[in-house]
């Protein structure tokens, strides 16, 4: 990866619907070019889904909470992960290193439904301990692309 492909991720980042020809007007090269590079990106898994990013709020999900989870053992950890991703309401999953063995990010529509999730993940087997925290405000939610930095 080059600081070409660099900015072709930053404006795709930005809006992923964005077409190889005005992306080839922007850093000047030609279309074939930058639909080469995309697709090299793409192969190599540096580009891996195109999606939509949505506005939780506006879905009605107004709580959003992170949850830290301890494991017992870490015998427990595929019917944790397991159970994780039948939930939709956890949206983000992070195994971690440090005191706690996970991170979830929770999106809820109410107090009474992050109650809910809350027992949800206690009762998974394995889990000892969590601490739940609310999300006042996001401040950045994105994978900063900077040239130079490859």
Same mark, same amino acid.
């Given at each position: ?69 301890? %494991? !017992?053992?870490?015998?427990? $950890? ?5 159970? /994780?991703? @039948? ?26 439904? %992050? !109650?809910?999730?809350?027992? $949800?993940?206690?009762?998974i087997p394995? /889990?000892? @301990?969590?601490?739940?925290h ?17």
């Amino acid at each position: 990866m080059d600081s070409i492909d660099l900015i072709i991720l930053k404006i795709l980042q930005e809006n992923g619907r964005e077409t190889a020809s005005n992306i080839s007007k922007r850093i000047h090269l030609s279309v074939s070019a930058v639909l080469d590079r995309i697709h090299k990106l793409e192969e190599a898994g540096v580009v891996k889904q195109y999606t939509v990013l949505l506005d939780s709020r506006k879905l009605g999900y107004d709580v959003l909470a992170v949850m830290e989870v301890r %494991l !017992e053992h870490p015998r427990f $950890y595929d019917a944790f992960v397991e159970a /994780v991703q @039948a939930n939709d309401k956890i949206v983000d999953c992070y195994y971690l290193t440090g005191d706690f063995d996970f991170t979830l990010k929770i999106c809820c529509r109410s107090s009474e439904d %992050l !109650e809910e999730q809350h027992r $949800y993940v206690k009762e998974i087997p394995g /889990v000892s @301990a969590t601490i739940t925290h609310f999300v006042l405000k996001e401040v950045k939610n994105i994978y900063e692309v900077t040239p130079g930095e490859a």
